[in-house]
C-alpha cells in the first residue's frame, strides 16, 4: 500500500486510512491517488476494491444492528390456531397471518424486509421454503426448510401445497428472527423444560428423512410425537418418533 499512495514530490508514503475510516475518506484517498502519476491502473483497482470492502463492512454492520433491534422489539406471538386430531384431541398453533401481523411493522421500522421463494426438493416430490430478509441497503440473509406436501385430510392438492407453504414461512420466519410462540396448551402437549436434553444433528437428520420417505403429515406426527419441532425432540421423543416412522414405512411397502 506504501508503494500505491506515494506523493510524486518526495516519493514519501501517503497516510494509509484507518481501518474505522468512512468510505467517505476512503474516497479522498482514491482521488488523490487518481491525481498521481505514478498511481497505474493495476494500483487504482486495489484501491477501488479496498473501497468496495469498506462499504460492504458498513452496509453489513448496518445489517446487523437493524436485525438486532428487530428480533429485541418482536413480541411473542399467541397460538390462535386449532388442529383437530379427530378422536385423540387438538392442539394450537400459530397461523401464519398472526406471526405477520406482529413482525410486519416491526421490520418495516428497520428498514427490513420479509420475502418467500419455494423450489421443488431434488429427488423427491417435497418443496423447499426459503424466506430471506433484506435490508434496504441490499444487505439480505436467508434461512429454508424442506417439507413434504401437507396431504391431510380432506385437502386437494393444491390446498396441501398452501398449507405447506404456510407452515414453511411460519419456521423460516422464527429462525431468522428468534420468536417465539406462547404456550398456550394446558395438558402440556409441547411443555417442555428449557434445560432438558434435545436431538443432536444426524438424529435431526434421520427423523426427516423418513419423514419424507414415510409421507406423514409433519404437523400432526410432531402433535403425535409430543414436539413442537423436529429440532426440539427429546432423546425419548425421537426414539418414539423413529419406532413409528419405520414401523409405518413397513407397512407402507407391504
Same mark, same amino acid.
Given at each position: 500500500?506504501?508503494?500505491?499512495?506515494?506523493?510524486?514530490?518526495?516519493?514519501?508514503?501517503?497516510?494509509?486510512?484507518?481501518?474505522?475510516?468512512?468510505?467517505? @475518506?476512503?474516497?479522498?484517498?482514491?482521488?488523490?491517488?487518481?491525481?498521481?502519476?505514478?498511481?497505474?491502473?493495476?494500483?487504482?483497482?486495489?484501491?477501488?476494491?479496498?473501497?468496495?470492502?469498506?462499504?460492504? *463492512?458498513?452496509?453489513?454492520?448496518?445489517?446487523? #444492528?437493524?436485525?438486532?433491534?428487530?428480533?429485541?422489539?418482536?413480541?411473542?406471538?399467541?397460538?390462535?390456531?386449532?388442529?383437530?386430531?379427530?378422536?385423540?384431541?387438538?392442539?394450537? &398453533?400459530?397461523?401464519?397471518?398472526?406471526?405477520?401481523?406482529?413482525?410486519?411493522?416491526?421490520?418495516?421500522?428497520?428498514?427490513? *424486509?420479509?420475502? &418467500?421463494?419455494?423450489?421443488?426438493?431434488?429427488?423427491? @416430490?417435497?418443496?423447499?421454503?426459503?424466506?430471506?430478509? @433484506?435490508?434496504?441497503?441490499? !444487505?439480505?440473509?436467508?434461512?429454508?426448510?424442506?417439507?413434504?406436501?401437507?396431504?391431510?385430510?380432506? *385437502?386437494?392438492?393444491? !390446498?396441501? &401445497?398452501?398449507?405447506?407453504?404456510?407452515?414453511?414461512?411460519?419456521?423460516? #420466519?422464527?429462525?431468522?428472527?428468534?420468536?417465539?410462540?406462547?404456550?398456550? +396448551?394446558? +395438558?402440556?402437549?409441547? *411443555?417442555?423444560?428449557?434445560?432438558?436434553?434435545?436431538?443432536?444433528?444426524?438424529?435431526?437428520?434421520?427423523?426427516?428423512?423418513?419423514? !419424507?420417505?414415510?409421507?406423514?403429515?409433519?404437523?400432526?406426527?410432531?402433535?403425535?410425537?409430543?414436539? !413442537?419441532?423436529? +429440532?426440539?425432540?427429546?432423546?425419548?421423543?425421537?426414539?418414539?418418533?423413529?419406532?413409528?416412522?419405520?414401523?409405518?414405512?413397513?407397512?407402507?411397502?407391504?
Amino acid at each position: 500500500m506504501s508503494e500505491v499512495m506515494t506523493r510524486p514530490q518526495d516519493s514519501a508514503p501517503m497516510a494509509a486510512p484507518c481501518a474505522h475510516n468512512e468510505p467517505a @475518506s476512503m474516497l479522498q484517498v482514491i482521488a488523490s491517488a487518481a491525481a498521481n502519476p505514478s498511481c497505474d491502473v493495476q494500483k487504482m483497482q486495489a484501491l477501488l476494491s479496498m473501497q468496495d470492502k469498506l462499504i460492504e *463492512r458498513e452496509a453489513r454492520q448496518e445489517f446487523s #444492528a437493524a436485525m438486532a433491534d428487530a428480533c429485541g422489539e418482536i413480541p411473542q406471538v399467541e397460538k390462535n390456531g386449532t388442529v383437530s386430531l379427530g378422536g385423540k384431541g387438538s392442539y394450537k &398453533f400459530t397461523k401464519w397471518e398472526d406471526m405477520d401481523r406482529v413482525i410486519r411493522p416491526v421490520l418495516a421500522k428497520h428498514n427490513l *424486509r420479509l420475502s &418467500f421463494n419455494t423450489r421443488s426438493a431434488e429427488g423427491s @416430490s417435497n418443496k423447499v421454503i426459503i424466506g430471506t430478509i @433484506s435490508h434496504a441497503n441490499g !444487505q439480505s440473509q436467508s434461512a429454508e426448510i424442506e417439507l413434504p406436501i401437507d396431504a391431510g385430510q380432506g *385437502r386437494n392438492p393444491l !390446498q396441501g &401445497f398452501g398449507s405447506t407453504i404456510s407452515y414453511g414461512k411460519r419456521y423460516c #420466519a422464527e429462525m431468522l428472527l428468534n420468536i417465539v410462540r406462547t404456550e398456550e +396448551d394446558n +395438558d402440556g402437549r409441547f *411443555r417442555q423444560r428449557q434445560d432438558e436434553e434435545r436431538i443432536g444433528p444426524e438424529q435431526k437428520d434421520e427423523i426427516i428423512q423418513l419423514l !419424507q420417505k414415510s409421507g406423514k403429515d409433519t404437523v400432526k406426527f410432531l402433535a403425535w410425537v409430543g414436539a !413442537q419441532t423436529v +429440532d426440539e425432540m427429546t432423546p425419548s421423543q425421537f426414539q418414539r418418533a423413529r419406532n413409528g416412522l419405520m414401523k409405518a414405512i413397513s407397512e407402507a411397502s407391504k
